[in-house]
């Protein structure tokens, strides 16, 4: 019969496998992160946000940068602050675009991207992702009046994209594959696309469906003259960026966004957002929110 151990032997027992657990203190610091230890150095976290793309990641009209994309990246911000024991760590932000979105996330420029970037396994090469926090896909923007409603009714039109987005890739495939003759204009944001549809410049502006929706219902001139039409012609799940070959701070990000998937913040920050704006939230985000919602 094997002898029973006593309570000390129990107890001696119990604070060794303390021990050989992960203590708290271990959690804490940069560890072996090369961006939690460049931004402690920096004293700061450095965001990637967009200028115009209201109301992901923008420029309000008192000069301050706010959005669903930054409400959402700054929890992983909190999370960031309690590692690091930097309840104080400021934070800086640096507008980023879709030609230098990329580049600026890869070199470490910038620490984390809070936008309108689609989450591709192309991109993902380059960087690293956060969960996805938004699930949408290409439309055109027209005027009311137009008889486009469709791509294949813009064959040899002129049609504005953002050079380097997934909706100008969507557009010369399309265009190669049914002969559409196109004729693409580059523009550097959403508001020079939708001028360029009200004004006659171009037939269409083609653009992630919720941005150019968004904008349809809030700065149309007059109200109800623009519309956004045609079938989804990509997927597109937007996430945030990050810097590749650092687990410990993606790890610490994703985690961020878990925790406000399974706490149901994600929701309300959705609500602040697009409530007003008419667009609730569909089935398909609330369930990439609760696949994604690990338990820690």
Same mark, same amino acid.
């Given at each position: 019969m094997r002898p029973r151990r006593s309570g000390m032997m129990i107890v001696a027992s119990i604070a060794m496998m303390a021990g050989l657990a992960a203590p708290a203190s271990a959690e804490q610091g940069p560890g072996n %992160? /090369?961006? *939690?230890?460049r931004i402690l150095e920096r004293g700061a976290i450095n965001?990637?946000?967009?200028?115009?793309?209201?109301?992901f990641s923008y420029v309000n009209d008192e000069q301050k940068v706010?959005?669903? %994309? /930054?409400? *959402?990246?700054?929890?992983a911000v909190d999370a960031i602050r309690q590692r690091l024991?930097?309840?104080?760590?400021?934070?800086?932000f640096t507008p980023i675009n879709v030609t230098n979105r990329i580049?600026?996330?890869?070199?470490?420029?910038v620490d984390l991207e809070c936008g309108t970037t689609s989450n591709f396994l192309t991109r993902q090469e380059q960087v690293e992702f956060s969960p996805i926090y938004y699930v949408t896909g290409t439309q055109l923007l027209v005027k009311s009046a137009s008889a486009v409603r469709e791509i294949e009714d813009l064959k040899g039109k002129r049609v504005a994209a953002l050079q380097g987005s997934s909706n100008e890739?969507?557009?010369?495939?399309?265009?190669?594959?049914?002969a559409l003759g196109v004729q693409l204009v580059y523009v550097k944001d959403l508001p020079e696309g939708a001028l360029l549809v009200e004004n006659d410049r171009v037939d269409a502006f083609v653009a992630d469906g919720?941005?150019?929706?968004?904008?349809?219902?809030?700065?149309?001139?007059?109200?109800?003259?623009?519309?956004?039409?045609?079938?989804l012609l990509t997927y597109d799940p937007y996430s945030a960026m990050m810097q590749r070959g650092d687990q410990d701070f993606s790890l610490l990000v994703r985690g961020a966004f878990a925790d406000a998937f399974r706490s149901g913040e994600a929701e309300t920050i959705y609500a602040r957002w697009f409530d007003p704006?008419?667009?609730k939230i569909e089935g398909e985000l609330l369930a990439a929110f609760r696949v994604q919602a690990l338990p820690r």
């Open positions: %992160s /090369i961006i *939690l230890k965001i990637g946000h967009r200028e115009a793309s209201a109301p706010e959005g669903y %994309s /930054i409400d *959402l990246c700054m929890k024991s930097k309840p104080d760590l400021k934070v800086t580049p600026l996330v890869a070199n470490g420029t890739a969507a557009v010369r495939k399309l265009n190669d594959e049914k919720i941005q150019i929706k968004v904008y349809a219902a809030t700065k149309a001139r007059p109200a109800g003259s623009l519309a956004v039409v045609g079938r704006l008419g667009l």
